[in-house]
């Protein structure tokens, strides 16, 4: 799995001109989901996501989380995360998740993620999204 994390001040998903999902503060997460995934790892990224250290605090440092600024989660599907790009022109994706694993993984972080944060919205699993966000710092961190 592999999550790319970045602290926004707004994002929003749009599908078919409709915005599906949006917050404020918080973070947009940009999930890569591999064949070798399960439920084990999907809690304890959702674990890392929600209790990682990236809003300042009073002092002007990286020590709190988003569960500790009370931030919305949005959660994006996005499988070429995954893409092996070391050699050649085109990425592959052998490593990825297949569509119906991917989209049973992926519901399930976001309805535990609904157990465990009260502010989560979501992208939708093989749709055409548009993201928009406005990064704040910019931070952007990949965790996997």
């Keep these: 799995m592999i999550n ?6 707004a994002a929003s998903v749009v599908v078919a001109n409709e915005t ?16 070798s995934d399960d ?5 304890r ?22 569960v500790d600024v009370q931030g919305g989660l949005l959660l ?19 490593s990825g998740a297949n569509p119906q694993q991917g989209k049973a993984l992926f ?3 976001v309805a535990a993620a609904r157990l465990s944060h009260p502010l989560v ?3 939708r699993f093989g749709a055409d999204m548009q993201v928009h966000l406005v990064n704040d710092g910019p931070v952007t961190f990949i965790l996997d």
């Design 4 to 9: 790319l994390l970045q602290r926004v001040s």
């Design 20 to 35: 599906i999902a949006q917050i404020e503060q918080g973070l947009l997460v940009l999930v890569g989901l591999q064949s």
């Design 39 to 43: 439920a084990s790892v999907v809690e």
């Design 45 to 66: 990224q959702l674990q890392r996501l929600l209790n990682y250290r990236v809003f300042a605090d009073s002092a002007g440092k990286m020590n709190l989380s988003l």
């Design 76 to 94: 994006v599907p996005q499988f070429t995360l995954v893409a092996d790009t070391r050699k050649g022109r085109r990425p592959s994706f052998a």
């Design 107 to 109: 519901d399930g972080m």
């Design 121 to 123: 919205q979501c992208g």
